[in-house]
C-alpha cells in the first residue's frame, strides 16, 4: 500500500513548474534514431532488387544484411570508452557524418564487394547511436523521466520501419535501389547537421535553468536558494572513478541484461531484414503490399513501446512504486509476448502472420526502452557508456547470428517456420537471464577503496 500523503510531501516537483529543456534533446535523440533506421532498413526493402543487381542467393543477402553488424559489433566496447572519455557531442558529431556518407555510398556502389564496403562504414557510423543516447538519456534526464525519454528513441526504431518501409519502397519501385540509398543519404546528411546545431550536454547548455538543472540531478526546487548559498566542497571523488571493462564483463546484471537484450535484437533483426521478403515470398503477397503490410506490426509496436515502455512506466514510478519492480515486470513480461513468434510458424494467412507478429513485436518494444534506460540503473555514471557498449554489442552479434542462420535456414527448408521456432528459443535464455541474473534493478556497491 502506498501512502499518498507522504509520497506527496516526499514530490513537491510533481505540481512544479519546470523549464522542458530537456525534451528537445529526446526528441532530437529521437530523430536521430528514426534516420539511423532509414538506413538500415532500406536493405530488407531493397532485398529482390539486390539480389538480382548483383546475382546473388539467400544465404548470400543474409551475409550482406549482417555486414553492417558486423563493425556495429565490434566498435561497440571501444564506443564506449571512448563515449565516456569524449562525450556525446563530439562523437555523436563524427558518427552522424559517417553514417550519411556511407549511405551514399552504397547508392554509387559499382558491384557487390564496394556496396558490402559502404555498409560496413554504415555500422561504424552509427555504431554510437544508442550507447551515446542511453549516456545522454542519463545526464538529461531524472529517473522518473527516463523511461518515456528512452522510449522516444526506442519507438522511433520502431516507427522507421513503419514508415520507412512503403515510403522507401515506392522511391525503390519507381527509380530504382540506388536512389532509395540516395535518399537516406540526403536525410542522413540533414540530421547531421541539425545534430551539430542543437545537442549539448546539460553543463555545456548556456540555457539550462539552475531550477531545471536541480530536478535533472533529483534534488527538490526548494532547496535550490540553499544549493546556490551552500560552500563549494570541491568534486565528489567518486564522480569520476570509472570501472574497468573487464570487472564490468563480470557482473551478473550486466552479464544478465547483455544476454537479455540479444535475445530481444535477435528477434529485432530477422524481423527488420527478413519480413518483407517473407510476407511477399512465403506468403505469395506482391511487392507493394508486402510493404504496405510490413508497416503495421512495426507501427503498432511504436504506440506499446511509448505507451507501456514510457509513460505506464514512469506513471507508476512516479507514484511511488518500486521502479524496481515495475521495470522488471514489463521487461519480463514483454519479452514473455515476444513468444508469440512461434504463432507465425504455422500461419497460413498474411492475416494469421501479421496477427502473431504484431503480438511478438509489440510485446517486445515495450521491453525495449526499459532495456535501454537499465545502463544508467545499474551502472554508476562513469561507467554508463561502457555498459551500454556491452549490450549493445551482445545485441549487434545477435543480429549477425539471426542475419546469416535465417539465410540458411530459408535456403535448405524453403520455410521460415525453422528461422521463428530458433527466435523463440533464443528469447526463452534471454527471459531466463532477465530473471535469475539481473534480478533487482539498482547500483551495484561501489568498491571498498571508493565507498
Given at each position: ?408 535456414l530459408i535456403t535448405a527448408r524453403h520455410s521460415y517456420s525453422s528461422a521463428f521456432a530458433v527466435a523463440a528459443g533464443y528469447l526463452a535464455i534471454g527471459i531466463a537471464a532477465y530473471i535469475f541474473l539481473l534480478g533487482t534493478i539498482e547500483l551495484p556497491p561501489l568498491a571498498p577503496d571508493a565507498a
Amino acid at each position: 500500500m502506498i501512502d499518498q500523503d507522504s509520497y506527496s510531501a516526499q514530490d513537491p516537483l510533481r505540481h512544479a513548474h519546470i523549464p522542458r529543456r530537456r525534451w528537445r534533446i529526446a526528441w532530437l535523440l529521437g530523430i536521430g534514431v528514426l534516420v539511423n533506421f532509414f538506413d538500415r532498413v532500406n536493405l530488407s526493402v531493397s532485398h529482390d532488387s539486390l539480389i538480382a543487381a548483383f546475382g546473388i542467393s539467400d544465404v548470400a543477402f543474409g551475409y550482406l544484411s549482417s555486414s553492417y553488424n558486423w563493425t556495429y559489433a565490434l566498435c561497440q566496447l571501444p564506443i564506449g570508452v571512448v563515449l565516456d572519455k569524449l562525450g556525446v557531442r563530439r562523437v555523436g558529431r563524427i558518427g552522424t557524418f559517417i553514417w550519411s556518407a556511407a549511405s551514399f555510398a552504397a547508392s554509387a556502389a559499382p558491384n557487390l564487394n564496394a556496396f558490402f564496403g559502404a555498409r560496413l562504414l554504415l555500422g561504424v557510423g552509427e555504431s554510437p547511436t544508442f550507447p551515446a543516447n542511453s549516456k545522454a538519456i542519463g545526464l538529461w534526464f531524472p529517473e522518473r523521466e527516463r523511461s518515456f525519454a528512452t522510449s522516444l528513441n526506442d519507438s522511433a526504431a520502431k516507427f522507421a520501419s513503419a514508415i520507412g518501409v512503403p515510403i522507401i519502397g515506392i522511391v525503390l519501385i519507381h527509380s530504382g535501389w540506388r536512389w532509395s540509398f540516395a535518399f537516406t543519404g540526403a536525410i542522413s546528411f540533414a540530421y547531421f547537421l541539425l545534430f551539430w546545431r542543437v545537442y549539448r550536454d546539460p553543463d555545456e547548455d548556456p540555457e539550462l535553468t539552475e531550477i531545471e538543472r536541480n530536478y535533472i540531478e533529483g534534488r527538490p526546487v526548494e532547496d535550490l536558494a540553499a544549493s546556490l548559498a551552500a560552500p563549494d566542497l570541491g568534486p565528489d571523488l567518486n564522480e569520476d572513478r570509472q570501472t574497468p571493462l573487464g570487472q564490468l564483463l563480470s557482473q551478473r546484471k550486466v552479464l544478465g541484461l547483455a544476454l537479455g537484450f540479444g535475445a530481444y535484437n535477435y528477434v529485432f533483426f530477422l524481423l527488420l531484414y527478413w519480413l518483407p521478403a517473407y510476407l511477399s515470398s512465403a506468403l505469395h503477397i506482391d511487392l507493394l503490399h508486402s510493404f504496405l503490410y510490413t508497416s503495421v506490426p512495426w507501427l503498432l509496436a511504436t504506440a506499446t513501446d511509448l505507451a507501456i515502455g514510457g509513460l505506464l512506466v514512469d506513471f507508476l514510478v512516479q507514484r511511488g512504486f518500486s521502479q524496481s519492480a515495475v521495470r522488471r515486470t514489463v521487461l519480463i513480461g514483454g519479452t514473455a509476448f515476444g513468444l508469440g513468434i512461434l504463432g507465425a510458424v504455422h500461419a497460413h494467412s498474411a492475416l494469421q502472420a501479421l496477427i502473431w507478429i504484431t503480438v511478438s513485436l509489440s510485446g517486445l518494444a515495450a521491453a525495449a526502452p526499459v532495456a535501454w534506460s537499465l545502463p544508467s540503473f545499474i551502472a554508476h555514471r562513469p561507467d554508463v557508456g561502457k555498459v551500454g557498449g556491452i549490450i549493445n554489442f551482445c545485441g549487434q552479434v545477435s543480429g549477425i547470428a539471426a542475419s546469416i542462420l535465417t539465410g540458411y535456414l530459408i535456403t535448405a527448408r524453403h520455410s521460415y517456420s525453422s528461422a521463428f521456432a530458433v527466435a523463440a528459443g533464443y528469447l526463452a535464455i534471454g527471459i531466463a537471464a532477465y530473471i535469475f541474473l539481473l534480478g533487482t534493478i539498482e547500483l551495484p556497491p561501489l568498491a571498498p577503496d571508493a565507498a
